[in-house]
């Protein structure tokens, strides 16, 4: 008996510390995966709406180079040959466009590789905290289907439909890395070890909770219009508001606005549609910032009253200060004569909006809902050395 204990002790003690390390490595990548994707898809934004998209008109080099640098040494004329291959589409080499275009990847290839570590880690240790590998391969998936969309990005030369798809993943995996964040990082955790919860929200009634989806769903379709409106080039169309070319309502062509397909020879940049087809997106990207706002709104009043559940209320006036923010950002946008830096921004305020309503949905939705500010304890914790203390206490 005394030998088992003696031995037992210090194997249980071990352990523990092995787990608590796994935990906390995951943690620290999961969140450093979804910061730097916050970056990759602003990054993303102001290389598409900088028209730098092609700037390195082939993939996966830069004019069959690592750097734009390398690819410049060695031409001659700019555009006229690389490595003495006749031109590249005829596109002649732009440094500072063929930059901000291999920097993008850099930054996407980073985050694919930590997105493999954390899914990695996940897979391997998943029984220990319940962690779903389901989201760890789905992270995975959808990471390599960005690769590829951002292949053909390039090669079908800013195809609308790949653009807004290529868009519309960057949000998808940011989302799941931030559910990822929401689930490691579970209500009344203050500490690496994941002591049980003990302040669980009330009973959300099933009116709150599905309002806050129906606002997610919305929101979801108000960013691929936004995507396709960016993609077709179709902000200038209407450079007035309310208004657009004078008019309340002008003359739109919705059937060719949304054709999803064209043809793969086209060369995309600066957009093919119409006028008339191009005042017909922007026209439904304005009309459903307006309904997506209502059901926000309806979201937000009715997660305010849910006393019980502080932490939702909290989320929920941050979801309406960050669609003030975004609504003040695209209405700025067009009276400003879109000037990029508030167009990135409106790209970066879309992808704020929908991570604060992804919270809101996880605190009604899900019984161990998770808090940026356990996720800020735990930081402080690790490097306050209070972590150190707690784990040695109650091993
Ligand atoms: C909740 C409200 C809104 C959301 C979630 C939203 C979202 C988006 C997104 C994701 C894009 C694509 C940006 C990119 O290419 O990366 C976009 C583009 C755009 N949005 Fe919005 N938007 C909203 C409201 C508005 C409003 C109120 C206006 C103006 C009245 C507006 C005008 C535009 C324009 C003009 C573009 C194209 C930008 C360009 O190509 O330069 N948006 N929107």
């Avoid at 989201?135 to 079908?156: C, D, E, P, S, Y």
């Avoid at 790949?162 to 931030?178: A, E, K, R």
């Avoid at 019984?367 to 800020?376: E, F, K, P």
Wanted: proline share 4%; aromatic share 8%.
């Amino acid at each position: 008996m005394t030998t088992q204990t003696s031995i037992g002790r210090p194997l249980a003690h071990s352990c523990r510390r092995t787990t608590v390390n796994w935990l906390a490595l995951m943690r620290i990548c999961t969140v450093a995966a979804f910061s730097l994707c916050l970056i990759v898809v602003v990054l993303g934004a102001y290389v598409r709406l900088s028209d730098a998209g092609l700037g390195c008109p082939d993939w996966p080099g830069c004019y069959g180079h690592l750097s734009p640098n390398a690819a410049a040494a060695h031409m001659g004329t700019a555009g006229e040959t690389v490595d003495g291959v006749a031109g590249w589409r005829g596109r002649p080499l732009e440094l500072g466009k063929a930059w901000r275009e291999m920097v993008h990847r850099y930054a996407a290839g980073t985050l694919g590789i930590l997105i493999a570590c954390v899914a990695a880690m996940a897979l391997v240790r998943w029984r220990e905290r319940g962690v779903p590998p389901t989201l760890a391969l789905a992270l995975v998936a959808v990471v390599m289907l960005q690769g590829v969309l951002g292949m053909l990005t390039v090669t079908w030369q800013l195809q609308p439909l790949i653009v807004t798809l290529h868009l519309l993943f960057g949000f998808t995996t940011l989302s799941l890395l931030w559910w990822l964040v929401l689930k490691l990082f579970p209500e009344g955790t203050d500490d690496l070890i994941g002591r049980p919860d003990t302040r669980l929200p009330g009973t959300v009634p099933i009116v709150a909770r599905r309002l806050a989806l129906l606002a997610l769903v919305m929101l979801a379709i108000q960013i691929s219009l936004g995507g396709w409106t960016s993609s077709n080039y179709a902000a200038i169309a209407c450079p007035d508001l309310p208004t657009c070319q004078g008019q309340w309502w002008p003359q739109a062509d919705f059937r060719a606005a949304f054709v999803l397909w064209h043809s793969r020879e086209l060369d995309y940049e600066g957009g093919v549609l119409d006028l008339s087809a191009r005042i017909a997106i922007d026209v439904i990207h304005r009309v459903g910032a307006m309904a997506v706002s209502l059901v926000l709104l309806l979201a937000v009043g009715s997660a305010l009253r849910q006393r019980a559940n502080q932490r939702a209320r909290a989320i929920a006036v941050v979801v309406a200060a960050l669609l003030a923010l975004q609504l003040t950002i695209g209405i700025s946008m067009v009276l400003r004569g879109f000037p990029l830096w508030l167009a990135t921004a409106h790209n970066a305020g879309a992808a704020l909006l929908l991570l604060a309503l992804l919270a809101l949905d996880h605190s009604l939705w899900s019984r161990d809902a998770g808090t940026v500010r356990s996720a800020l304890n735990v930081f402080s914790a690790r490097w306050t050395g209070r972590l150190r203390l707690k784990s040695t206490g109650s091993a």
